[in-house]
C-alpha cells in the first residue's frame, strides 16, 4: 500500500475552521479524483511548530494511481486550498510505502 502525506501546519485559531473545509472540501475533492481508496486525518500530539499540527493520510493500492493524482489533480486542489487559508499554514507533503516485515 502506498500512503500519500499532507502534513499541514496551521494557526491556533484557524484551527476549526480549518478542520469543516478539509472535512468539507479538500477530502472530498483528493477522494473524487479516484486515486485514493481511504484517508485518515491524524493530530500530532508533540509537534515542536508554533501552531497545530495535523496529517492526512490518503491510501492506494499503486503508484500509477498516485501518480495520475500527482500530475492532473494535485496543483488545483492544494491551489483551492492556499487561496482560503493563504499565508496562515505550512504543508509538506510526502509518499510513503507500507513494509510487511
Excluded at 492506494?60 to 501518480?67: A, G, L, P, Q
Aim: charged fraction near 25%; aromatic fraction near 14%.
Amino acid at each position: 500500500m502506498l500512503v500519500y502525506n499532507e502534513t499541514f501546519i496551521i494557526d491556533d485559531a484557524l484551527e476549526q475552521e480549518w478542520l469543516q473545509w478539509i472535512k468539507n472540501n479538500h477530502i472530498p475533492a483528493v477522494l473524487g479524483t479516484g486515486a485514493f481508496d481511504s484517508y485518515k486525518l491524524l493530530f500530532i500530539m508533540d509537534s515542536p511548530n508554533e501552531g497545530v499540527t495535523y496529517c492526512l493520510q490518503f491510501h492506494t493500492d499503486t503508484v500509477e494511481r498516485y501518480s495520475d493524482f500527482h500530475y492532473k489533480h494535485m496543483d488545483a486542489i492544494h491551489s483551492k486550498h492556499n487561496a482560503q487559508f493563504e499565508e496562515r499554514f505550512a504543508l509538506f507533503h510526502t509518499l510513503m510505502e507500507e513494509v510487511e516485515l
